[in-house]
């Protein structure tokens, strides 16, 4: 089995949603579409206040080159568009009132589509990876450098997450397509899915459907280790090539897409389906009845939870995305975006609430931090104010994965200390 | 609608994993070299280790609180002492202490009996003795206050509180394991040095076996007996405290040493050779320092490979000292020299990042030769 030096072993966690089939999220009265679901500039609002607009119609405009198209999911009025909070700060969101009729408005499906026309057909469907990241996924498959290989990320190594899982269950066929057409996007013909070896039984099912479409896909079970799911980590396990610091991964021939990307361009191409919806996996130990749910874009998360049982007494974080990197939110007022892969509900016992104690020199983090830097230095140097130390530690390559600080015995907080180290870095003009 | 806690990712801890809990897991790792000392040489070691670790507690506690001018039951409460460290500290001192030491000057020990046996001494025999306690509670201080807690506690000691405090025993009062001979004694009580190479030590019967369980005397009380020493490192290596790798390097390099200063220059040869390296490896204190001491956290480099030059060097003034120096134990003096390397080595040794190059030097530009002074071309000595 393949994997990369360093890492950590959290708890999974996943048996909770694992066979939890996909079921469609009835969506509520009133959906808020962020303009902002992706990485780089936000979409600059398409229709009005007023306007009446269809399911995958355009509610945003991409902005600049590094931007994405944002689609209306439901069909109704648009009532407003005003600034909300969003998972990570705030943005415009076009508020539509449901009228409940979902008419569609899609495009023509191609056929024998050109690799042009694959990637055309991405950036018209607002793809972005789905992952967590939301890089714009038409502007990833034109890459400046030869590409030789193409990566599916289906590791999913955050924990209790399992919406790459159920779709590499339920729609086998959907997923495979779909990866095919960004490896002829891409020029190519064949690509690898990389797996944790705690979806085994996912790994056969996608091996026989591979057989029995004619799809080369060659499977990798990799070690079940986070964060085997980094960008990085994963090419060195299924290709053993590094990418080098500072670099992209096309720089070694490699392009990474993840599963429910792949789902995504799969309904683009062969239905004219816009991105408007996504798998949400809802879980943690606060939610009675954890769930798959298919949910549409702008749905309230709060409303995703009450229909799961409501936010208990015993809860004490609400999460969006994993537990290692996601984001905590003080409720649940927020939209449902093209990167959401999960909605957690936290209790006591599970989430971290201890203070943070000195730094006993132990170097777990170092044992741990897959980047191989040394975050013990850096959280030393960045708090007494010395910026070029941290540089000298590599702070600048830290993937922000949280290995150093689930270790940390001490519970010292090093993933803010690298954020700010970072900071202070690019304020003073440092590079990697 | 409740109000949720917001902090920064991660939001998931590897709860079984503590500073207490680390510091609890040496303690459980020292307690069978605890019990065999115990067993070894009597009532006393246990005596010194209670007093220890009760004084390093103590020490700690009031040092906190004198210096946070809060003597309330919060600040108690919140003292760094309940880390548990400072027990640790308090018991490997006490393990690394013979089982009575005697001032000339004080002698507050009461003495049983005087035995009328031929090469024993008195002090052997000593029922109760006040002097070890009183040094006891002295090396805590200095373990804690001096070391520990003036360069800021836990995890920023340069050198480690234990064997600074067994180390400042011995310059200031002469501490010595002449005297303190255990229940069983098979080996000459005479200090280490000289007997390490001689005569007698290599004809003693059943030196491996009597080694291996520690049934010798003239030693500090916890580091005689292999077997615990070997509890403790496996708990230590299978609860992840320690990499296994260290005191094996440690051990195993010293052993290269000592047959390198002491085995060959002797002209040993055959099984006298290997119960000299023997000798050298399981007496004194090399197994107990390369287990609990070397492998402390804030007092070793950060690195595997930074480590294994620590441990290497440990293994190299160690053996230096035992075979040309004038002390008869060199283990924590050298644990102290490379203590204070540690910095460097850090300096110097650490990873570089995942995907990490060396950028291909940029040759310098040939600069176009430069055409001559005028005056030399005018006057005909030099020539293009």
């Not at chain 1, 104690?357 to 044992?367: F, H, L, R, T």
Request: aromatic share 8%.
């Amino acid at each position: 089995m393949e994997t990369f030096p360093h890492g950590i072993h959290p708890k999974g966690n996943k048996e909770r949603s694992a066979n939890a089939a996909v079921s469609e999220f009835s969506t509520p009265e009133i959906v808020a579409v962020p303009l902002s679901q992706h990485a780089g500039k936000a979409a600059i609002a398409a229709v009005s206040k007023g306007d009446y607009v269809k399911v995958g119609q355009k509610l945003g405009e991409a902005d600049g080159a590094i931007s994405a198209a944002v689609f209306s999911s439901v069909s109704g009025e648009v009532t407003a568009i005003e600034k909300r909070p969003t998972a990570t700060g705030h943005c415009e969101h076009v508020i539509i009132k449901n009228d409940g009729k979902y008419d569609e408005e899609k495009l023509a499906p191609l056929k024998n589509p050109a690799p042009e026309q694959i990637v055309r057909r991405i950036a018209d469907c607002g793809i972005v990876g789905m992952g967590g990241a939301g890089f714009p996924t038409a502007v990833k498959l034109a890459p400046r450098d030869k590409v030789d290989t193409l990566i599916i990320n289906a590791a999913e190594c955050e924990p209790y997450l399992t919406c790459d899982y159920r779709i590499l269950k339920e729609y086998p066929r959907e997923f495979l397509l779909g990866a095919r057409y960004i490896a002829a996007a891409l020029g190519l013909e064949n690509f690898f899915v990389g797996l944790e070896a705690n979806k085994a039984d996912a790994a056969e099912l996608l091996e026989k459907t591979a057989s029995d479409n004619g799809i080369s896909a060659k499977t990798v079970l990799c070690h079940t280790k986070y964060p085997q799911g980094a960008e990085k980590q994963l090419i060195y396990a299924v290709t053993k090539r590094k990418v080098r610091v500072g670099k992209l991964p096309s720089n070694v021939g490699v392009i990474v897409c993840n599963v429910h990307t792949a789902l995504s361009v799969f309904y683009a191409v062969e239905e004219g389906e816009k991105s408007y919806k996504r798998i949400v996996t809802v879980s943690g130990g606060g939610v009675k009845t954890p769930a798959n749910f298919w949910i549409r874009t702008g749905t309230p998360v709060s409303t995703v939870l009450d229909a799961c049982g409501g936010i208990g007494d015993d809860a004490v974080k609400l999460l969006i995305g994993g537990p290692m990197m996601g984001f905590a939110q003080s409720n649940g007022d927020i939209s449902v975006t093209k990167t959401t892969s999960g909605i957690l509900l936290l209790t006591a016992d599970e989430v971290n609430s201890e203070q943070s104690g000195p730094c006993i020199n132990c170097a777990s983090c170092v044992k741990a931090c897959p980047m191989k830097l040394m975050p013990v230095y850096i959280d030393a140097c960045i708090l007494s104010g010395d910026v070029s130390g941290a540089e000298k530690y590599g702070a600048m390559n830290c993937i922000e994965c949280g290995s150093c600080a689930f270790v940390c015995p001490a519970r010292r907080p090093l993933v803010q200390s690298m954020r700010l180290a970072k900071k202070k870095i690019r304020e003073k003009g440092g590079k990697r | 609608m409740k109000n949720l806690t917001v902090s920064a990712s991660p939001h998931v801890v590897q709860k079984n994993k503590t500073t207490r809990g680390i510091m609890l897991d040496v303690l459980i790792a020292l307690a069978p070299a605890l019990v065999m000392a115990v067993l070894y040489f009597g009532y006393h070691v246990l005596l010194n280790a209670i007093v220890c670790m009760g004084s390093c507690f103590a020490f700690e506690l009031l040092y906190t609180l004198i210096l946070k001018k809060d003597f309330s039951k919060k600040a108690v409460k919140s003292s760094s002492c309940w880390d548990c460290s400072c027990l640790v500290t308090g018991l490997i001192l006490a393990l690394n202490l013979p089982r009575v030491i005697t001032v000339k000057s004080w002698d507050f020990n009461v003495y049983r009996a005087m035995p009328n046996i031929e090469g024993v001494r008195a002090v052997d025999y000593v029922a109760f003795s006040g002097d070890t306690l009183i040094l006891c509670v002295v090396a805590s201080l200095v373990a804690i206050v001096l070391i520990k807690m003036l360069f800021g506690g836990i995890g920023k000691n340069f050198a480690n509180p234990a064997a600074t405090a067994r180390v400042f025993l011995f310059l200031a009062f002469g501490l010595t394991w002449a005297n303190t001979t255990g229940l069983g004694n098979v080996l000459p009580a005479s200090t280490g040095a000289t007997w390490l190479s001689g005569d007698k030590l290599t004809n003693a019967d059943n030196l491996f076996v009597n080694l291996f369980i520690g049934n010798r005397g003239a030693a500090a009380a916890g580091e005689t007996c292999m077997i615990a020493l070997a509890v403790g490192y496996l708990y230590l290596s299978i609860r992840k405290v320690i990499d296994f790798r260290i005191p094996l390097i440690i051990v195993g390099s010293a052993a290269v040493f000592a047959l390198l200063f002491d085995g060959l220059p002797n002209k040993l040869s055959g099984a006298r050779l290997i119960n000299n390296m023997a000798a050298h490896v399981m007496s004194g204190g090399l197994v107990f320092g390369s287990v609990f001491m070397a492998t402390d956290y804030s007092t070793s480099p950060n690195t595997f490979w930074g480590n294994v030059l620590f441990g290497v060097g440990i293994a190299l003034f160690t053996m230096l000292i035992r075979v040309f120096g004038g002390y008869p134990e060199g283990m924590s003096f050298a644990i102290l020299i490379m203590n204070a390397a540690v910095p460097l080595i850090d300096k110097f040794i650490y990873p570089r990042p995942f995907g990490y190059f060396k950028k291909p030097k940029e040759k310098p530009l040939k600069t176009p030769d430069s055409p001559l002074p005028y005056n030399e071309t005018e006057k005909g000595g030099i020539k293009a």
